[in-house]
Nanobody
Framework: QVQLVESGGGSVQAGGSLRLSCVAS????????VGWFRQAPGKEREGVAT??????YYADSVKGRFTISRDYAKNTLYLQMNSLKPEDTAMYYC??????????????????WGQGTQVTVSS
């Protein structure tokens, strides 16, 4: 069974950093479009960062603060989050679009999801 398993969430103060990891059970990370999404209470799930086809995308709200990367040998996707703000508080999910190499930012294009990891940033 193909799986994505996130880790690395936690509680930090504003200005702090966290690194999220997403381990795939198969060669998902190196083959397809993969990315990070987040969902805050009462809000829709939104794209944070995606990587695929040689293109990296970041939402405007995280540009300059977050970095997405992947380790092919470890089948792992990362999200380095610096200068965290209270508005970054959300459940963070990694996802894969196994029908594409080039990424879209539409969450409905992603067919494989992890269980999520909570990030809480206090002011």
């Amino acid at each position: 069974q193909v799986q994505l398993v996130e880790s690395g969430g936690g509680s930090v103060q504003a200005g702090g950093s966290l690194r999220l990891s997403c381990v795939a059970s198969q060669y998902i990370v190196s083959t397809y479009c993969v990315g990070w999404f987040r969902q805050a209470p009462g809000k829709e799930r939104e794209g944070v960062a995606t990587i695929g086809g040689g293109i990296t995308y970041y939402a405007d709200s995280v540009k300059g603060r977050f970095t997405i990367s992947r380790d092919y040998a470890k089948n792992t996707l990362y999200l380095q989050m610096n200068s965290l703000k209270p508005e970054d508080t959300a459940m963070y999910y990694c996802a894969a679009n196994r029908a594409a190499i080039m990424c879209s930012q539409d969450r409905y294009d992603y067919d494989l999801w992890g269980q999520g990891t909570q990030v809480t940033v206090s002011s």
